[in-house]
């Protein structure tokens, strides 16, 4: 089992930053991935970003280059930086993790979500 916590949501301007954190508790050993994943207000959920253990990233292409998905080598915190925010990120924001289990299956847990606003 593993669980996960995300924080650091909240109103900015457009063109503002945020950092939002996923802490990831129990299993963690069993991580192999971990994503963050958006959806807005009556719209379906997308991934935003992901993070593979060896440090491989992914990024959505509505990202463009202004969010910046980090790990701690510990796994147990993963981070997305995002820069110049613009109206259309608003949404709740999820963190979401895959673990390895021993019989070689995979299985997925999620966070609550953390709102993130933005202003224009």
């Known amino acids: 089992q593993v669980q996960l916590v995300e924080s650091g949501g909240g109103l900015v301007e457009a063109g503002g930053s945020l950092t939002l954190s996923c802490a990831a508790s129990g299993s963690i050993e069993k991580i192999y991935m971990t994503s963050w994943y958006r959806r807005p207000l009556g719209s379906e959920r997308d991934l935003v970003a992901l993070i593979y253990n060896d440090g491989i990233t992914h990024y959505a292409d509505f990202v463009e280059g202004r969010f910046t998905i980090s790990r701690e080598n510990a796994r147990s915190t993963v981070y997305l930086q995002m820069n110049n925010l613009k109206s259309e990120d608003t949404a709740l924001y999820y963190c979401?993790?895959?673990?390895?289990?021993?019989?070689?299956?995979?299985?997925?847990?999620w966070g609550q979500g953390t709102q993130v606003t933005v202003s224009s």
């Open positions: 979401s993790v895959a673990t390895r289990n021993s019989d070689s299956s995979s299985q997925a847990y």
